[in-house]
């Protein structure tokens, strides 16, 4: 927990310990505290060691940290965004492999834009649907259309930044097929039936 307080703090935010969430809107009792405190609540119809849930468990992962920017850093918004970008508008199957992949990257893209930010939606303008109402779920199959829905409704809150990740993302997608192409073309070359055959 004390990692969120410190990153709030070096945003310069204040965080408010009664009501609601300052963030997101969620009916809590002790705001941020309780939003981070029972996130994991709404995931219990889900199987995390079935595979075909881990996208669920991305696309919650990045909905929530998008609806609460101010306690994370900012280059942390871009990986959420690109993520969502990649999963939701270019369709493509995500796993655990290509998350570190996603960060290596951004390492990389983030060097020649030191002063990138991305803009940020208002408190409480970051989508409806927030964390606590993924307890409303009776099965699984409700509870993955819901942190769909949930994720959709973050991700176009952000439309102002659309953009920005779209062009991470093309660049992450170019830079994973470059490197397939590489490996493919070593492996072939490496290849005994492609070696030069002894005199």
Not at 37 to 49: E, I, S, T, V
Not at 97 to 121: G, Q, T, V
Not at 136 to 159: G, N, P, Q, R
């Amino acid at each position: 927990m004390q990692d969120f307080i410190d990153q709030a703090n070096k945003n310069g935010v204040t965080l408010l310990n009664k009501g609601r969430c300052q963030f997101c809107d969620a009916d809590y009792q002790k705001g941020i505290f309780d939003c981070m405190d029972n996130y994991n609540n709404g995931l219990q119809l889900l199987d995390f060691n079935n595979s075909e849930h881990h996208i669920s468990r991305f696309l919650s992962v990045d909905a929530h940290a998008l609806q609460h920017p101010e306690i994370h850093g900012r280059w942390s918004n871009h990986f959420h965004l690109t993520r969502l970008n990649l999963i939701l508008d270019q369709n493509q199957t995500w796993d655990y492999k290509k998350s570190p992949m996603l960060s290596d990257y951004l390492n990389a893209y983030k060097l020649n834009r030191p002063n990138e930010f991305l803009s940020i939606p208002k408190p409480l303008e970051r989508g409806k649907i927030t964390a606590k109402d993924l307890i409303k779920a009776t099965t699984a199959d409700e509870c993955i259309a819901l942190i769909k829905k949930w994720a959709d409704e973050v991700y176009h809150s952000w439309s102002a930044s659309h953009s920005i990740v779209s062009e991470i993302a093309e660049g992450f997608l170019d830079n994973i097929y470059n490197r397939k192409t590489l490996s493919r073309n070593i492996t072939n070359r490496l290849h005994p039936s492609n070696q030069p055959h002894p005199h």
